[in-house]
T-cell receptor, first 114, second 111 residues
Framework: DADVTQTPRNRITKTGKRIMLECSQT?????MYWYRQDPGLGLRLIYY???????NKGEISDGYSVSRQAQAKFSLSLESAIPNQTALYFC?????????????FGPGTRLTVT | GEDVEQSLFLSVREGDSSVINCTYT??????LYWYKQEPGAGLQLLTY???NMDMKQDQRLTVLLNKKDKHLSLRIADTQTGDSAIYFC???????????WGLGTSLAVNP
């Protein structure tokens, strides 16, 4: 089984809808991250969490919110989806004992907002 | 501010060596990383180098670090079609709290 899973893998939604992307991990890592990937723009950090009570905004948090329900679960919400949130979204985890750079990625969620 | 730059595309012939280059700005970076993203997949850590090293070799992969010029490179020997992917360079920043990513280099391997 995959160590970092994301659901759904693909989603098409309409402008204005609320949508939640979920991430679960079995690696026992304390840190979790949400990124979006757009062609030509690389990876951009949306939110990151260093433990259940420590959540931080990344470089592009506007229009998004997160919830760290447990050490193993980190969900990303789009409160009112808009077309420019169409992107590939990745969840990642890392172990603080090994620094912040060794990150383990989920397979991604392709989100389309029409 | 912190920035990581890399060329966007590289094309090589199967069996040749590939060299992917990266420059970074944060001289206080502790580690520098190379990640690989195959088509339709998430990123996977390929290798990393500690900032007090200048070279690291791992099978077909060689990482070279020039701290003076803030230049990092990834050499793939005997490049295979399975090496076709996007390769991301990244550095740690903010006291190891997060990564600063390059935009990725798309490597195409031609038979």
């Amino acid at each position: 089984d995959a160590d970092v899973t994301q659901t759904p893998r693909n989603r098409i939604t309409k402008t204005g809808k609320r949508i939640m992307l979920e991430c679960s991990q079995t690696k026992g890592h304390d840190r979790m991250y949400w990124y979006r990937q757009d062609p030509g723009l690389g990876l951009r950090l949306i939110y990151y969490s260093f433990d259940v009570k420590d959540i931080n905004k990344g470089e592009i948090s506007d229009g998004y919110s997160v919830s760290r329900q447990a050490q193993a679960k980190f969900s990303l919400s789009l409160e009112s989806a808009i077309p420019n949130q169409t992107a590939l979204y990745f969840c990642a985890t890392s172990d603080s004992r090994r620094g912040g750079g060794e990150q383990y990625f989920g397979p991604g969620t392709r989100l389309t907002v029409t | 501010g912190e920035d990581v730059e890399q060329s966007l595309f590289l094309s090589v012939r199967e069996g040749d060596s590939s060299v992917i280059n990266c420059t970074y700005t944060d001289s206080s970076s502790t580690y520098l990383y190379w990640y690989k993203q195959e088509p339709g997949a998430g990123l996977q850590l390929l290798t990393y180098i500690f900032s007090n090293m200048d070279m690291k070799q791992d099978q077909r992969l060689t990482v070279l670090l020039n701290k003076k010029d803030k230049h990092l490179s990834l050499r793939i020997a005997d490049t295979q079609t399975g090496d076709s992917a996007i390769y991301f360079c990244a550095e740690t920043a903010g006291n190891n709290r997060k990564l600063i990513w390059g935009l990725g280099t798309s490597l195409a391997v031609n038979p």
